[in-house]
């Protein structure tokens, strides 16, 4: 029997994970409806940075230019006691995932601006419909779709659509988990924090760095945000409650405190929060998947939570795009969580740790820890919160860790192809699996019917060629800032299989052929 879809794919929340999910699939063919239940986007400043991962995300969706436009590099990051004393700092080397004249591997946002962008970038794309101020009030699913029942929050019509599946994007509090039965557990600390958004004045003397004021009683979060903004978060007392700060006249004292007056900075608004390490039981329940807060929500320490969200959807939305399509079996969803939760848990981990610093919890055992570097490694060391990603779990071939390749990013200088055109390498691979030789034609190690399983994924084959040696032929790249072939030869590999999401797949040294599922 044939089905009658209204879109592919609905989209509930349309923060930034749903953003992200909703551009993923519309830029990859998808017909996509989004419900936002709000018109507006949320005034205050949640999240505080993204990195070069996220900006390859945006780069693969054709936007980071102009995401780039709205956002500011961020110096470095620094924990600090009130007298002066430098407990840890972590400075943020040029990224190896987008090279062009350094790329900076972090960057300060202002996420209300931001947002708007992104916003922006959904509107020129005709295959996506949002529908604002639309409360999803019901969802029912079968073997074939999902139902979605939604309400204007206006006028009060309600409206059914049917799609094939649906991305629940809705935060913390998410309906659509309450809805499935999905537990989430974990822990909420008890300590309420105010946050406090602020108008920049005048500069003061390093400004630009991300401070942590270590103290037992009263750590503080010093943030540069984009667009001439400033925050500051403090954790309040056991004394203290909400109804002590009932407006900023209230609120001035704390950033007195921090030596700050009228002449540096403008209140521009207020709020509290409680920091929570929570996660789903589990992300996906039949044709609907749960992803970013909905899913899992971390301290914000490691500047990862919002991050974290736009991952999972593009991890979710460049598979489901293919399933869609009919070049990917449906099993491939089921590979979502897996390579997801494993590296949410590092980050939440991270940020506890980072938290543990802050408070002055953390032992001096613990932060060398935090900085310390691995034995018997081949990967130039970066601490945890810089160093380059890695999926620990999911579609790979071979053993993980420090010596492998699997699992890796691949870096992202400047290449060349053989009629001289030099662009990122991203822009030369473009959305597909795709096999690398250094040097070397990758398909000539392949076996013919390794060969067949690639070419069933629409694989392309290129070899790198080093910048003073000529091409062979039209599929090829030059390596003209001698980083691919240079990495390729420090985890001893001649070829790598790469996915879309520019993960290396499989190498030679323990199998080209196709990961299984």
């Known amino acids: ?41 949320y005034t205050r400043a949640r999240a505080v940075t993204v990195n070069d991962w996220t900006m390859r995300i945006f780069q693969d969706l054709g ?56 916003r922006r970038c959904g509107e020129e794309l005709d295959n996506l419909e949002v529908r604002y101020g639309t409360e999803v009030i019901g969802i029912e699913q079968d073997a074939d779709g ?23 994007a809705d935060g913390g509090s998410s309906s659509v988990r309450k809805a499935l039965g999905i537990p989430m557990t974990g822990d909420t600390v008890n300590t309420l924090w105010v946050v406090i958004d602020c108008k920049v004045h005048r500069w003061w003397p390093d400004r630009d760095f991300l401070t942590f004021w270590t103290d037992k009683e009263r750590p503080v979060v010093d943030i540069a945000l984009s667009a001439g903004n400033h925050r500051w978060e403090i954790p309040l007392r056991p004394d203290e409650t909400e109804a002590d700060f009932p407006t900023s006249a209230e609120v001035w004292p704390l950033l007195e405190a921090m030596g700050k007056t009228t002449e540096d900075v403008e209140i521009l608004q207020h709020a509290f929060y409680r920091h929570h390490v929570r996660a789903a039981e589990s992300w996906h ?5 749960l992803a970013g807060d909905a899913a899992h929500l971390m301290p914000p320490w490691a500047g990862a939570g919002m991050q974290s969200g736009m991952r999972d959807a593009h991890n979710l939305g460049w598979k489901l795009a293919r399933v869609l399509r009919g070049e990917l079996a449906e099993e491939w969803l089921d590979t979502y969580e897996v390579e997801r939760r494993p590296n949410v848990k590092f980050f939440t981990d991270l940020a506890v740790g980072l938290g543990r610093v802050i408070k002055q919890e953390a032992s001096p055992e613990e932060i060398e820890a935090m900085n310390a570097v691995p034995r018997d490694t081949v990967t130039p060391f970066e601490p945890p919160l810089t160093a380059p990603p890695v999926l620990a779990a999911g579609w790979l071939r071979g053993e993980r860790g420090d ?42 190690l392949l076996t013919p019917a390794e060969k067949a399983e690639w070419d069933a994924l629409g694989a392309r084959y290129l070899a790198v060629r080093p910048r003073d040696a000529y ?24 070829a790598v299989a790469v996915r879309p999401d520019r993960f290396v797949a499989a190498a030679d040294t323990s199998g080209l052929a196709v990961p299984t599922l």
């Not at 089905?3 to 929340?13: C, L, P």
């Not at 329940?285 to 998947?289: A, E, L, N, S, T």
């Open 1 to 41: 029997m044939t089905q009658r879809y209204d879109n592919d794919v609905a989209v509930i929340g349309y923060g930034p994970t749903g953003l992200v999910g909703a551009l993923t699939l519309a830029t990859k063919g998808a017909d996509v409806v989004a419900f936002e239940r709000d018109k507006d986007i």
């Open 63 to 118: 936007i980071d230019e102009r995401i780039e436009e709205v956002i500011e590099p961020q110096r470095a990051l620094r924990w600090v006691t009130y007298d002066g004393r430098e407990v840890m700092r972590v400075e943020h080397p040029p990224s190896a995932l987008g090279t062009r004249n350094a790329r900076p591997r972090f960057y300060n946002i202002y996420q209300p601006t931001m947002e708007a962008e992104l």
């Open 146 to 168: 999902v139902t979605i029942m939604s309400r204007d929050r206006e006028t009060g019509v309600e409206t059914t659509t049917r799609t094939r599946y649906v991305i629940a």
């Open 285 to 289: 329940q039949g044709r609907v998947f």
């Open 403 to 444: 010596a492998s390749i699997i699992g890796r990013m691949l870096p992202q200088p400047i290449v060349g192809d053989t009629v001289g055109r030099m662009e990122r390498v991203d822009e030369f691979l473009a959305d597909d699996f795709v096999l690398l030789g250094a040097d070397v034609d990758p398909a000539t």
């Open 471 to 494: 091409t062979q032929g039209p599929d090829e790249l030059v390596d003209l800032q001698d980083v691919l072939i240079a990495w390729f030869e420090r985890y001893g590999v001649r």
